[in-house]
T-cell receptor
Framework: DTEVTQTPKHLVMGMTNKKSLKCEQH?????MYWYKQKAKKPPELMFV???????INESVPSRFSPECPNSSLLNLHLHALQPEDSALYLC??????????FGSGTQLSVL | DAKTTQPTSMDCAEGRAANLPCNHS???????VYWYRQIHSQGPQYIIH???NNETNEMASLIITEDRKSSTLILPHATLRDTAVYYC????????????FGRGTSLIVHP
């Protein structure tokens, strides 16, 4: 298995909802990343996990809560989001800080 | 990590070579040059990387200048499916490395 799998592919949620995005890889990569991408903009780094520990938080609002339950799984818990949080959320993994392997993303719409 | 500068957009005729430049004048000795591309609404895809020698793989060639301050990604025979945004990233492999995407180059391959 040489892919990063993200679910769901699309998500629509209200501002009072709680939802989670899931990312999974089985390549033994010990670094995993969450990026946020608005339309016609480059991906912006949100969080980095290294060996299942949060190593980088790019000043992301607390309504986004990452979790790495094991070396293969990365979650992003969402609560009380705003319409401006609507974006493509991308997960990536890498081996020893080498090339990033991205999932296909979750397109999130906040109503 | 060093910053990169790329042209906003380029176009290329199908079947011709596409040469995409990237300036990274503040690159340091242990930083690699990585190229990714992103086709509309998909996750970025790794293309190639190099440190100081020129590199070639099945997708592209990477030419790095001797002073390492710039590089060129070459798609030798561009096809319509190569239409995408191409990102040049400079990254180290140690420590708390933050993989940061610039605005990239939007390449349009036309018939």
């Amino acid at each position: 298995d040489t892919e990063v799998t993200q679910t769901p592919k699309h998500l629509v949620m209200g501002m009072t909802n709680k939802k989670s995005l899931k990312c999974e890889q089985h390549m033994g990569h010990r670094a995993m990343y969450w990026y946020k991408q608005k339309a016609k903009k480059p991906p912006e780094l949100m969080f980095v996990y290294s060996y299942e520990k949060l190593s980088i938080n790019e000043s992301v609002p607390s309504r986004f809560s990452p979790e790495c339950p094991n070396s293969s799984l990365l979650n992003l818990h969402l609560h009380a989001l705003q319409p401006e949080d609507s974006a493509l959320y991308l997960c990536a993994s890498s081996h020893n800080n080498e090339k990033l392997l991205f999932g296909s993303g979750t397109q999130l719409s906040v109503l | 990590d060093a910053k990169t500068t790329q042209p906003t957009s380029m176009d290329c005729a199908e079947g011709r070579a596409a040469n995409l430049p990237c300036n990274h004048s503040t690159i340091s000795g242990n930083e690699y040059v990585y190229w990714y591309r992103q086709i509309h609404s998909q996750g970025p895809q790794y293309i190639i990387h190099g440190l100081k020698n020129n590199e070639t793989n099945e997708m592209a060639s990477l030419i790095i200048t001797e002073d390492r301050k710039s590089s060129t990604l070459i798609l030798p025979h561009a096809t319509l499916r190569d239409t995408a945004v191409y990102y040049c990233i400079v990254q180290s492999r140690g420590g708390s490395y933050i993989p940061t995407f610039g605005r990239g180059t939007s390449l349009i391959v036309h018939p």
